[in-house]
């Protein structure tokens, strides 16, 4: 059994208290770290560590957990820039535009979405994440969300069945009988990729019956729920979230006054997606009120063609800090701890023994660079299981 020795790290971010400096991000200065099959076996001060088999001398640098990009949707073809562009001159963002992502996905063949998902999740991985999860919801027919699901689960367990991201064109006269093709065969085809079940609650996507309908057959088929709630305006989307006891209720844009409540008292994780904001040149989260309301906060890319087109984490923590009054330390927990709490994960997004030994070099002395240094490729380094991807 093989062991390797992270050593000669400048500060390690744990996010695990108990074993650092008693903040959420558990920071540990001079710290070792030891990787055995895969999962860490031994964190601690440099000049206690064990001996090990390989030594990978880590020169004063961050090391801290790989991101978990908990919000993404990988799997489309077509290119929607031109859109972005006119947006950029002043055109509105509505959810209509999803509409030309579902034709060009549709006519795509199997192997043209692959490639598409591949190269996107490789960025991911360039950049430090390392657990995602990927939705379908660009196929919007019972064999093209299957399809879309296979190609996601290629790359990840944390697939998300979206059938219901927009009304198809063939069902504009129906959306109760799409509703009902979703709930019922669509789910019944998707289940076995899927771990999760998501809804797009909006004006022009669903209403709260509808979501609750595809919800509760997703959960009665062993699905957790997610729901893309109040991105916006404001709406029902993150009560429903909490009535349900989904994972996480993700945008959180447009927010009364009981929805943060709400959401702390449901135990539903607020996944934040400001990319989507600067994207579309909308108002962010008020991500300190959901603090303050005690609810736990992720940040996610959205990944997507149409409304926030990056793979980046850094720049969605970037995004936070300087734009959502996070500080840097709640940033950097929210993309990876809160993001593995998003997935109700607790093997990643922390570096505490017996954790996934995923995790990331940064090419700087401390956290803090990865929004003081916004645009720059920070990850000199990244291991997922042990092994190194980048
Ligand atoms: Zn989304």
Known sequence: MSTTLFDRIGQLVTC??????????GLVGEAALVVEEG???????????PAADERVAVGGRCVLPGFVDSHAHLVFAGDRSEEFAARMAGRRYTAGGIARTVAATRAADTETLASVTARLVDEMARQGTTTVEIKSGYGLSVEHEARCLAVARRHTDE?????????????????????????????EACAPLARWVDVFVEQGAFDADQARAVLRAGAAHGLGARVHANQLGPGPGVRVACEVGAASADHCTHLDDGDAAALADAGVV??????????????????RRLLDAGVVVALATDCNPGSS?????????????????????EAVWAATAGGARALRRDDVGTLRPGAAADLVVLDAPSHVHLAYRPGVPLAAAVWRGGRRIH
């Open 270 to 287: 607020a996944t934040l997606l400001p990319a989507a904001e600067f994207s579309t040149r909308s108002p962010y989260p008020d991500a």
């Open 16 to 25: 695990a208290p108990e074993l650092g400096d008693g903040s959420p991000l």
């Open 159 to 187: 697939t998300t069945f979206l059938g219901a991201h927009v009304v198809p064109p063939e069902h504009a006269g129906d959306p109760d009988g799409y509703v009902a093709l979703v709930a019922g065969p669509m789910l």
């Open 39 to 49: 999962r860490v076996a031994w964190v601690g001060a440099a000049a206690g560590a």
């Open 309 to 329: 087109y990056t793979t980046s984490m850094p720049f969605a923590i970037a995004l936070a800090v300087r734009e959502m009054g996070l500080s840097p330390a």
